[in-house]
């Protein structure tokens, strides 16, 4: 299973997806993979309650709280970031559909396991929590770029207008 180190997100407004690209300027070997809206909408409606089962500071907040500090927390992440945008026009290399991804806790450390059209993983990754932060905030960015309905903010605590089915 191929273990991706760096991540590259470009937004696709004709796919109307977004290429994950993982490894793309590290020197590993690289895998595409197509979010699809569908995926990505369920990964960001689901990234307030895993933040809050997650994170120790989050948990122990007051209730009417809990998103307020996850987004600080979220912002947080963004400044500490090591991004770099890419010198080059990004295209896909036989890119697969990712299909499921897996996100599970342990030691304060996220694994995410990329699942394309099958039982096995495809690639995983081990992130930490600030790193796990950028990955959504770039996911969240890719759909606001694609206008697919997201709130402004990822933990943003009005109700949101995207269904998902």
């Known amino acids: 299973m191929l273990n991706i180190a ?3 997100f470009t937004y696709d407004h004709v796919e ?3 290429l994950l690209i993982g490894n793309f300027s590290n020197g590993q070997q690289r895998i595409d993979l197509w979010l699809t809206r569908k995926l990505v909408l369920r990964l960001l409606n689901a990234a307030p309650e895993l933040v809050s089962l997650t994170s120790g500071v989050v948990s122990e907040a007051a209730v009417n709280h809990k998103l307020q500090i996850a987004q600080f927390h979220h912002d947080q992440a963004q400044h500490q970031a090591s991004v770099q945008a890419e010198q080059q026009h990004v295209i896909a290399q036989s890119g697969s559909l990712l299909t ?3 996100i599970s806790h342990q030691s304060g ?4 396991m990329f699942f ?3 039982d096995q993983a495809v690639a995983m990754s081990i992130l930490s929590y600030e790193e796990l932060h950028q990955i959504l905030h770039l996911m969240h960015k890719g759909a606001q770029e694609l206008d697919w309905g ?3 903010h990822l ?4 109700p949101s207008s995207t269904t998902v089915q």
């Open 6 to 8: 760096a991540f590259t």
């Open 16 to 18: 109307d997806r977004i």
């Open 109 to 112: 450390r996220y694994r995410l």
């Open 116 to 118: 394309a059209n099958t």
């Open 155 to 158: 933990f943003d605590h009005s």
């Open 150 to 152: 997201v709130a402004s």
């Open 100 to 102: 499921r991804l897996d």
